[in-house]
């Protein structure tokens, strides 16, 4: 192997003939640090893996953006992702990046030439952006997953129920922002279209805050429920909530609210001219 | 152009808009409809917007016009069908339909509309015998 000025590259030299006894130190000494929660067998064959990708590499630059890097950046990603899924830290995946370091000085400490010191410290370096590579991928790989259970319960805290023939409720719980009112108002909409219902309850008891922007939201649903020509109602206004709207001066105009889901069903039915009433009691039973 | 359709069925007109309207469809459409009111007397008038999927701020304006022009003749405006991207997109534009009255479907507006003019010769509708009873 040469370097880039055409000196040979000992060190890339010393790595390729001693494979696999710096494998297997490294495989020794990341394998302590993982404490047995992968079989050596296993961190033995990922390790080679990388091992293998990072052969060509190490005559470069410690900057990652070279071509022929992205086979390795690809192996180290895959490395993270899995070892993230497998429940190890990112801590210990990067020290299992680092080990290699120990077990390349380890080698070359005999030799002390001033021209294998500047390698194995590049080397060291080109180690060190790998271990954050990995870093980044977990972080990524998070991030991911996180905006994936985001949308899940976007998608499963907007129950729209149907309490009555005619009559759709639904019970909002947490917070309120632009992206979920949006999804709210789209799924009552389609139900009310769907189902022929001319009555929709939109009950907040669940909300913990109420501030101008939802109210807006909530306002913006009742009227395109109107223009589709139906009525909407909201129910389950706190105390505290009722407080804080009166406080900030919010208009519901002549938007029908009311204390609790009881009273606004009652309502609606009242509207659709149902009559509930108490029969004479079982007594018998 | 395309012109909108308007049928005559007892003492309503019913619009049924089945063509992605274009402003000159609608000003078409208006002066169509105010003819017809007038000539034939009618009392109501039904416009189904259930195949429309996409609207602007004149077409919103076009419904509380065309209420206020039928209001003229003492006849009613019932929107019927709107979907609900729509009821958004109108919601959004800031734009309220004045005093047209909506509808779900076809159906339901057309017994809206029969309410009101019964309710305005002075007469009761039996409307409300559907009733539920509940033993609790």
């Known amino acids: 192997m040469v370097a880039e000025s055409g000196q040979p590259h000992r060190l890339a030299e010393v790595l390729d003939a001693e494979r696999d006894r710096l494998i297997g130190r490294w495989t020794e000494l990341a394998g302590s640090a993982l404490r047995g929660r992968l079989t050596t067998v296993e961190l033995e064959r990922d390790l080679r893996d990388l091992y293998g990708a990072l052969l060509p590499v190490v005559t470069l630059d410690a900057e990652l ?137 939109i009950d907040i008891t669940g909300v913990l805050a109420v501030d101008t922007q939802v109210a807006q939201h909530l306002l913006k649903t009742v009227v395109a429920a109107r223009l589709m020509g139906a009525e909407c109602i909201i129910s389950g206004i706190r105390p505290q909530i009722a407080q804080t709207i009166v406080a900030l001066g919010i208009e519901f105009g002549d938007i029908t609210t009311k204390a609790t889901l009881a009273d606004a069903l009652r309502h609606t039915l009242q509207r659709e001219g149902v009559v509930v009433s108490r029969g004479a009691r079982d007594r018998t039973r | 152009m395309d012109r909108v359709p308007i049928l005559k069925i007892g003492d309503m007109l019913l ?93 339901r507006g057309i017994a809206v509309l029969q309410s009101l003019t019964a309710r305005r010769r002075g007469e009761s509708v039996g409307q409300d015998d559907e009733s539920v009873r509940v033993t609790g």
């Open chain 1, 65 to 201: 953006n070279q071509a022929e890097s992205a086979d390795l950046k690809a192996q180290l990603a895959d490395l993270s992702r899995s070892r993230a899924r497998q429940g190890f830290s990112p801590t210990e995946t990067a020290s299992s990046v680092f080990a290699l370091k120990q077990a390349v000085s380890e080698l070359t400490a005999k030799d002390d030439s001033p021209e294998t010191f500047r390698e194995v410290l590049a080397f060291s370096a080109l180690l060190d952006t790998l271990g954050l590579w990995t870093f980044e991928t977990y972080a990524a790989a998070r991030e991911e997953l996180i905006k994936e259970q985001s949308e899940q319960l976007l998608e499963l805290t907007t129950p729209v129920v149907k309490l009555w023939e005619g009559v759709l409720a639904v019970p909002l719980v947490g917070t309120l922002d632009s992206a979920r009112t949006q999804v709210v108002m789209e799924k009552l909409l389609e139900a009310l279209v769907e189902t022929g219902s001319e009555h929709a309850i």
């Open chain 2, 15 to 107: 619009v049924s808009i089945q063509i992605d309207l274009q402003d000159q469809s609608v000003l078409a459409l208006q002066e169509d409809l105010a003819e017809k009111i007038s000539t034939t007397g009618a009392s109501g008038v039904v416009i189904d917007i259930s195949a429309v999927e996409i609207v602007d701020s004149f077409i919103g304006r076009m419904f509380a016009t065309i209420a206020s022009l039928s209001k003229l003749f003492d006849a009613e405006t019932v929107v019927v069908g709107m979907r609900p991207a729509v009821a958004i997109t109108l919601v959004e534009l800031g734009l309220t339909l004045g005093d047209v009255r909506t509808a779900l479907d076809l159906d």
